[in-house]
């Protein structure tokens, strides 16, 4: 409590005991024949000493309840406040009130603490399962991407591969004036070598003949393809 407010509730208690006693005065005087300066020594002291016990009796335990209001404000939560003996009951209950607010307010932050835990727990691993997620996609994405652009069969770039790369080596070449050669390749008399042996070994002789024209190629920017059926072509930049 306030030094301002111990002063006054002191002077109160002054007060009425100074009133009381100056009541009485006459008739101490009278009856016990003891000087005036004595009695009113003997006031001042009792005055003094009430005033004292009555100011000490109530700011003790507000001020200990003040401190502990200003520190559970401040965030400190784990400060109990303290009930002295002979405080009297309604500072008592304000103490016990107050600390059942402190005990609720901190219970309600551990567990909104809590909560934010768990929740930034979920949308960590909502975020692991998203970029797992988009990895395999963008990886779905370039198998699916790869797989359009080869043959199933042959295992060369397809007729597909083959526009996008002669179209873009044909810019090149305008560019840079160097030449662009392109081989056409088909193998003879293969429909009947197919309605012979059948369409396996048909299959056989187009992987193999795919396999020779990949490992024909020397330099990076060669290119094979199968353009259809038998027909095969290649690609050779600045040639």
């Known amino acids: 409590m306030p030094l301002g407010t111990s002063v006054l509730i002191g002077m109160l208690v002054a007060l009425i005991v100074g009133f009381l006693i100056g009541l009485f005065n006459g008739f101490i005087r009278t009856k016990f024949n003891i000087p005036s300066f004595i009695i009113t020594l003997a006031a001042f002291l009792v005055v003094s000493f009430a005033a004292f016990f009555v100011a000490r009796k109530i700011t003790s335990p507000l001020s200990l309840l003040a401190k502990a209001t200003m520190e559970i404000a401040q965030g400190n939560l784990t400060m109990r406040p303290l009930q002295e003996p002979g405080a009297g009951r309604e500072i008592n209950q304000l103490s016990i009130t107050l600390n059942t607010m402190r005990v609720r307010l901190k219970d309600h932050i551990d567990n909104l603490d809590r909560k934010v835990e768990e929740r930034t727990a979920e949308l960590m691993r909502a975020k692991e399962e998203s970029e797992t997620a988009n990895r395999k996609l963008r990886e779905a994405n370039e198998k699916l991407e790869r797989l359009s652009l080869s043959d199933f069969l042959t295992g060369i770039p397809n007729r597909r591969s083959f526009d996008a790369t002669i179209a873009r080596e044909c810019r090149n070449a305008a560019r840079t004036g160097k030449p662009l050669s392109v081989?056409?390749?088909?193998?003879?008399?293969?429909?009947?070598?197919?309605?012979?042996?059948?369409?396996?070994?048909?299959?056989?002789?187009?992987?193999?003949?795919?396999?020779?024209?990949?490992?024909?190629?020397?330099?990076?920017?060669d290119f094979a393809a199968r353009y259809g059926g038998e027909e095969f072509v290649v690609i050779l930049p600045d040639t």
């Open 183 to 221: 081989i056409m390749l088909d193998i003879d008399f293969f429909k009947p070598y197919n309605d012979t042996f059948g369409h396996t070994k048909g299959d056989e002789c187009l992987r193999a003949l795919g396999g020779v024209l990949a490992k024909a190629l020397k330099r990076p920017a």
